[in-house]
């Protein structure tokens, strides 16, 4: 593991292995605010902690250069916390073990936190660097992106001093980002009162795992398969068929991540034990059919259980099944005048019914707030036929493309001249945090890029070593080469 520290460009592995020692999952941020402050006392810059919990870091300018535009770089400190269902990492405790694997930094049996750390080393590098020649340099790292944008959110007006915003959170270098989609948390719920399961009956557990999963922005239009809407197909079919009893799902466990696991306990007379896991071998089959080419490693097993006490009562499990099968899932719809990129979406992220309380979440993006409109009343219009309280969340707004923005066309000229080919300019469906900031500052000029990343949100999640160091130098020219005010 501690290979990674000696990777090229150091100053940027040596910081992000160091991140990777501190547990900094959504939520639970106190270990990675102390180390930042610590490492901005040490690098001898002035840093603080702000009121909405992000970290800001000022660096002065390099000798000459105080007439330059201010830039503020800006990352987010948390990471989406995933493990393999094997693994019993403790994300509040333990770190996170990276290591090689033919040209890419992974993680042992967890997300990797790449997304974001690698922007989070590149600001650290920037900040400890006493060689660098740049104009005035302000650092802002936020808290809590990956479950709401909490820290832009609450980011305090007057606080930033930059001209120029450099957002350190895109995953595919050589693309520059000018754009993304605005996003709202959905969220459907219902009390229950649980009816007695038949003494007569049996229970078994039904598990759905092994599917890729992947971020429910970057990944959403490539036709992976989500657990819960995999589910739901073969509930409601043991409900029809089998006389089966829904007792509890548990299916999901973050809202921008595409469920790779559900976990159904159905109730169903004993002498329809062999049936349903005949059917579940079936849907099996059937599920490795619709998406061999996408998916490789779905498991489903049905194993007999201790039978509960209470279960879901018949007029509400119907509700729920009926509302699970018909919410949507997956793209809406593209972009027309940019028909590669996803232009609305929703991700049918976490299901948990059981104890007399059942909870859908789902994270919807769009880059149209009138769309992102729509799909919040389709959504909440399918789960209130099922009689359930539809609340939103969370809304944030789309970053509106500027193709002529001063700061994007240096960076595609640096880009030629360094690595002598067209930089490519970009529209996300994935959020990022620069339409909220923008809200607040719209002065600033903004573009985002960054390093390799593939499969963030899952334990596939890996960065390609190669572009590390072209990233740093692309930095570290552009912040040299930053226009005077």
Same mark, same amino acid.
């Given at each position: 593991m501690n290979e990674i520290q000696n990777l090229n460009p150091k100053s940027i592995w040596k910081n992000f292995y160091a991140l990777t020692q501190v547990p900094r999952p959504s939520g639970h941020l106190e270990k990675i605010q102390q180390f930042l402050l610590d490492f901005g006392k040490q690098a001898g810059v002035e840093v603080f902690q702000d009121p909405a919990g992000n970290i800001v870091m000022r660096k002065p300018a390099s000798e000459g250069?105080?007439?330059r535009q201010c830039v503020t770089?800006?990352?987010?400190?948390?990471?989406?916390?995933?493990?393999?269902?094997?693994?019993?990492?403790?994300?509040?405790?333990? #770190?996170?073990?990276?290591?090689?694997?033919e040209g890419?930094?992974?993680?042992?049996?967890t997300t990797l936190g790449a997304d974001n750390g690698l922007g989070v080393a590149a600001i650290m590098a920037v900040m400890e660097d006493k060689t660098l020649k740049h104009g005035p340099v302000e650092a802002l790292i936020t808290r809590d992106e990956e479950t709401g944008m909490y820290g832009a959110n609450d980011l305090p007006e007057h606080e930033l001093q930059g001209d120029i915003l450099l957002n350190l959170d895109s995953e595919t270098w050589g693309k520059f980002v000018i754009g993304s989609a605005g996003g709202i948390d959905i969220t459907a719920t219902l009390d229950y009162q649980e009816v007695e399961t038949d003494p007569e009956d049996i229970a078994v557990c039904v598990t759905l795992k092994g599917l890729r999963s992947g971020h429910s922005g970057l990944e959403i239009n490539e036709g992976r398969a989500n657990a819960n809407k995999l589910m739901v197909r073969l509930v409601r079919e043991a409900v029809e068929e089998l006389d089966a009893r829904l007792a509890s799902w548990h299916g999901g466990k973050v809202r921008n991540v595409i469920p790779y696991k559900a976990e159904v306990v159905?109730?169903?007379?004993?002498?329809?034990?062999?049936?349903?896991?005949?059917?579940a071998e079936a849907w099996l089959d059937d599920f490795n059919s619709q998406f061999k080419s996408i998916e490789s490693g779905i498991k489903l097993s049905c194993e007999k259980v201790a039978t509960p006490e209470k279960q879901v009562p018949v007029e509400i499990q119907d509700n729920l099944i009926n509302a699970i099968y018909a919410c949507h899932d997956g793209?809406?719809?593209?972009?027309?005048?940019? #028909?590669?990129?996803?232009?609305t979406s929703s991700n049918l992220a976490i299901i948990d019914i059981e104890g007399g309380h059942a909870g859908i979440k789902i994270l919807a993006r769009s880059s149209r707030e009138d769309?992102?409109?729509?799909?919040?009343?389709?959504?909440?219009?399918?789960?209130?036929?099922?009689?359930?309280?539809?609340?939103?969340?969370?809304?944030?707004?789309?970053?509106?493309?500027?193709?002529?923005?001063?700061?994007?066309?240096?960076?595609?000229?640096?880009?030629?001249?360094?690595?002598?080919?067209?930089?490519?300019?970009?529209?996300d469906h994935a959020g990022l945090e620069c339409s909220v900031i923008l809200g607040k500052y719209?002065?600033?000029?903004?573009?985002?890029?960054?390093?390799?990343?593939?499969?963030?949100?899952?334990?596939?999640?890996?960065?390609?070593?190669?572009?590390?160091?072209?990233?740093?130098?692309?930095?570290?020219?552009?912040?040299?080469d930053i226009p005077v005010k």
């Open positions: 250069m105080e007439n770089l800006q990352a987010h400190m948390d990471m989406v916390p995933e493990r393999d269902t094997e693994s019993k990492h403790n994300f509040e405790t333990d #770190p996170i073990r990276p290591w090689i694997d890419w930094v992974k993680a042992k049996g159905l109730t169903l007379p004993k002498e329809n034990l062999q049936a349903m896991q005949e059917l793209v809406v719809r593209m972009i027309p005048s940019y #028909p590669s990129v996803v232009e769309m992102k409109d729509y799909v919040v009343k389709m959504l909440e219009s399918c789960f209130n036929m099922a009689g359930m309280k539809v609340e939103t969340a969370g809304s944030y707004g789309g970053w509106d493309p500027n193709p002529e923005s001063p700061i994007l066309h240096l960076l595609l000229k640096e880009y030629k001249a360094l690595f002598g080919k067209e930089g490519i300019i970009q529209v719209p002065h600033m000029d903004v573009v985002s890029f960054g390093p390799t990343m593939k499969s963030p949100h899952t334990t596939s999640e890996r960065a390609l070593i190669e572009t590390v160091a072209p990233f740093w130098n692309l930095l570290k020219k552009t912040l040299e």
